[in-house]
């Protein structure tokens, strides 16, 4: 057990610029998430797969938000046009499945920081 | 629809005191409730997890919480704080028949004083 591996764990780009970050998930794993933290707060659910499938989106993922797990092991979030308000740890988590899902935890990585100048 | 409430963003304890973290939690089906350590900089880590079963739930580090429905609560304690305790604590819900979003709190900031 490797851990939860996440690529840039720090990103500094202009507004308007894209950005893509990577999540390396432990391998065993089928399920992997996205969420988004800012200061003072609780990870907020962004996106889920289960596998490659990407089977639920938050209202807070905009147009601008896209992410892809191609073949069902690491993922990659890609931001475009940057706003300042996306500025935010992005946190990545994997877990198994369970039967009656929602019960298996989710072991996070470290996350990757993102500030928009 | 889920929901997490934790109460006190802030706590601070003398070493060797009593921690009690406060959680409540809103759910329309039996839930799984989850309580998760973060240090500065990094992701979260679980302390401990109630599924089903027994109530009262052991995790890591010493920490433990109880499970009461009829309260809809899963307070976090330990009976003895140490300085490396001080970290951000986050009380998470997921519900059972086919769910797979977690629900976070919006913290409770631990401080442990000498």
């Given at each position: ?9 720090h ?61 069902g ?24 499945s ?13 996350g990757t ?5 | ?5 934790q ?71 330990k ?36």
């Amino acid at each position: 057990d490797t851990g939860v591996s996440q690529d840039p764990r720090h990103k500094i780009t202009k507004r308007g610029q894209n950005v893509t970050f990577r999540c390396d998930p432990i391998s065993e794993h089928n399920r992997l998430y996205w969420y988004r933290q800012t200061l003072g707060q609780g990870p907020e659910f962004l996106t889920y797969f289960q596998n490659e499938a990407q089977l639920e989106k938050s209202r807070l993922l905009s147009d601008r938000f896209s992410a892809e797990r191609p073949k069902g092991s690491f993922s990659t979030l890609e931001i475009q046009r940057t706003e300042q308000g996306d500025s935010a740890m992005y946190l990545c988590a994997s877990s198994k499945s369970s039967g009656t899902g929602g019960g298996q935890p989710q072991h996070f990585g470290d996350g990757t920081r993102l500030s928009i100048l | 629809a889920q929901s997490v409430t934790q109460l006190g963003s802030h706590v601070s304890v003398s070493e060797g005191a009593l921690v009690l973290l406060r959680c409540n939690y809103s759910s329309s089906v039996p839930p799984y409730l989850f309580w998760y350590v973060q240090y500065p900089n990094q992701g979260l880590q679980l302390l401990l997890k109630y599924t089903t079963g027994a109530t009262l739930v052991k995790g890591i580090n010493g920490f433990e919480a109880e499970f009461k429905k009829s309260e809809t609560s899963f307070h976090l304690t330990k009976p003895s704080a140490h300085m490396s305790d001080a970290a951000e604590y986050f009380c998470a819900v997921s519900e059972a028949t086919g769910g797979f979003k977690t629900i976070f709190g919006a913290g409770t900031r631990l401080f442990v004083k000498a």
